[in-house]
Nanobody, 121 residues
Framework: VQLVESGGGSVQAGGSLKLSCVSS????????MGWFRQAPGKEREGVASIDADGSTSYRQSVRGRFTISKDNAKATLYLQMNNLKPEDTGTYYC?????????????????WGRGTQVTVS
């Protein structure tokens, strides 16, 4: 399983970014996926997850601003981030595992990408 994130960058508060995570090496459409982030000196935390059937969950602090979605034909997971805040700064990771239902629990996921940096000033 390979997961490759992209789309990070530096933006001002109130701006937007769209992250992508391209998957390969497994039946992408059959399993859950999630977005996580880690700020310097802090633990990794769940941001959003999507089940195999498309059901989604969000961290309370991003609800209404972030949208997780996936394109099964492209084996790509997305995270649209709007109205970004400085507290959204961190390295963003996508993750997956061999289960249908996802969670925001870091320990739930077996496979991880290397991350993409998001800086909001």
């Amino acid at each position: 399983v390979q997961l490759v994130e992209s789309g990070g960058g530096s933006v001002q508060a109130g701006g937007s970014l769209k992250l992508s995570c391209v998957s390969s090496g497994y039946a992408y459409q059959s399993y859950c996926m999630g977005w996580f982030r880690q700020a310097p000196g802090k633990e990794r935390e769940g941001v959003a997850s999507i089940d195999a059937d498309g059901s989604t969950s969000y961290r309370q602090s991003v609800r209404g601003r972030f949208t997780i979605s996936k394109d099964n034909a492209k084996a790509t997971l997305y995270l649209q981030m709007n109205n970004l805040k400085p507290e959204d700064t961190g390295t963003y990771y996508c993750a997956t595992d061999d289960v249908v239902v996802g969670t925001l629990n870091v320990g739930w996921y077996k496979y991880w990408g290397r991350g993409t940096q998001v800086t909001v000033s």
